[in-house]
């Protein structure tokens, strides 16, 4: 068989293709240009007939593929289960991510540590601005409806004021992308009242408002616990000696 000549053609081909050996018309039949109805001269009877009727060529184009079959193994597990084992509850999970378990003392989760910090320091730098407004807007409350637009401006601390009022309102809605503005904020508000305080020689609203600016500051950039609580206590309790200050007759 291995030398057998084997001619084929379509059923609607009038030219035949070939001589093949066994092996090209398996290669023939792996590249899809040979199927069962493919024609196969039988020289024996002198025609053309389907390949399908031939059972040794069969064979050869398209041989029957062994099923791999698995079988089915017994797996058997090392767990037992303990009738006096407590069951963890999702509480227990949260209490040992937290540090809070015997096991887990010490080992809190980091993350649950940042966010921890950079919660307190969101709402401490609403808080201090929120105070910082009122320090700044207050003395100037009974005026500011018969001011024009040009007086406004001309008192800074109105305007200081002012910003404080809407950076507090967007931070307490969760805008934590202005932390870059609050810390301008910081900045503008050392230096311009820091420089009237020093001017002024007002010692104790000064190191007020160093101490409230700086840990303003501090809120936006800590992401450690202890160090968020020292920045939250410095920025509110700075900003509240200025405007106990600036309220006080």
């Known amino acids: 068989m291995a030398t057998q000549e084997i001619y084929i053609r379509n059923a609607n081909e ?31 009877i002198e025609q053309w007939v389907a390949l399908s009727t031939r059972a040794e060529l069969m064979s050869v184009a398209f041989p029957e593929k062994k099923k791999l079959t698995l079988k089915a193994k017994e797996i058997q597990t090392l767990n037992r289960s303990d009738e006096n084992v407590k069951a963890i509850t999702v509480g227990d999970m949260l209490a040992a991510a937290e540090g809070r378990t015997d096991d887990t003392k010490g ?27 009122a320090g700044e807007l207050l003395p100037a409350a009974s005026s500011l409806s018969q ?37 301008f904020r910081a900045a503008l508000g050392l230096g311009l009242a820091g420089f009237m305080f020093y001017a002024q ?20 950039v800590v992401v450690t616990l ?24």
């Open 201 to 220: 020689g007002f010692d104790r609203p000064l190191l007020g408002i160093v101490l409230g600016t700086v840990g303003l500051y501090g809120c936006t």
């Open 14 to 44: 009038t030219e035949a293709r070939g001589p093949f050996n066994l092996e090209q018309l398996s290669s023939l039949a792996d590249a899809g240009q040979v199927t069962a109805e493919t024609l196969v001269y039988d020289g024996g």
């Open 107 to 133: 080992k809190s989760d980091p993350e649950i540590e940042m966010m921890r910090a950079a919660q307190i320091g969101m709402w401490a730098s609403v808080a201090a601005l929120a105070i910082a407004a």
């Open 147 to 183: 001011m024009t637009g040009a007086k406004v401006l001309a008192q800074p601390l109105v305007v200081l004021g002012a910003i404080d009022v809407v950076l507090a309102v967007l931070l307490g809605l969760g805008m934590s992308t202005l932390y870059p503005l609050v810390r």
């Open 226 to 249: 202890l160090p968020a609580i020292l920045a939250a206590v410095a920025a509110v309790v700075g900003m509240g000696a200025v405007t106990w200050f600036f309220l006080s007759p």
